[in-house]
């Protein structure tokens, strides 16, 4: 089993900038691929990014891709999301993954391992 929690989402205006986190339980962390996903009111959860299990590889959506930046640091069984240049669009609830396929070319209902999920708000 592994645990994952997600640091506090936030407010910020649009062109700012928040880093999230996701601390993994457990003490496979290198094991798994770990990525964010996004949910916004009557949306279905999207794909944000990925990093594999080795870190060597990182994965972007296409309406993030040069903003955001994917992370982990394996010390602290711990991935980051740094956000810049943010967006009203990109309000959503953001949600951590882990799981031990590639998430990047998961669904969303092969995913093992959920986030509660963090609120992220750009305003205008």
């Known amino acids: 089993q592994v645990q994952l929690v997600e640091s506090e989402g936030g407010l910020v205006q649009a062109g700012g900038s928040l880093r999230l986190s996701c601390t993994a339980s457990g003490r496979t962390f290198n094991t798994y691929d770990m990525g964010w996903f996004r949910q916004s009111p009557g949306k279905e959860r999207e794909f944000v990014a990925a990093i594999s299990w080795s870190g060597g590889t990182t994965y972007y959506g296409h309406s993030v891709k040069g903003r955001f930046t994917i992370s982990r640091v394996y010390a602290k069984n711990t991935m980051y999301l740094q956000m810049n240049s943010l967006k009203p669009e990109d309000t959503a609830v953001y949600y951590c993954?882990?799981?031990?396929?590639?998430?990047?070319?998961?669904?969303?209902?092969?995913?093992?391992?959920w986030g509660q999920g963090t609120q992220v708000t750009v305003s205008s």
């Open positions: 993954a882990a799981d031990l396929s590639a998430i990047y070319y998961s669904t969303v209902s092969d995913i093992d391992y």
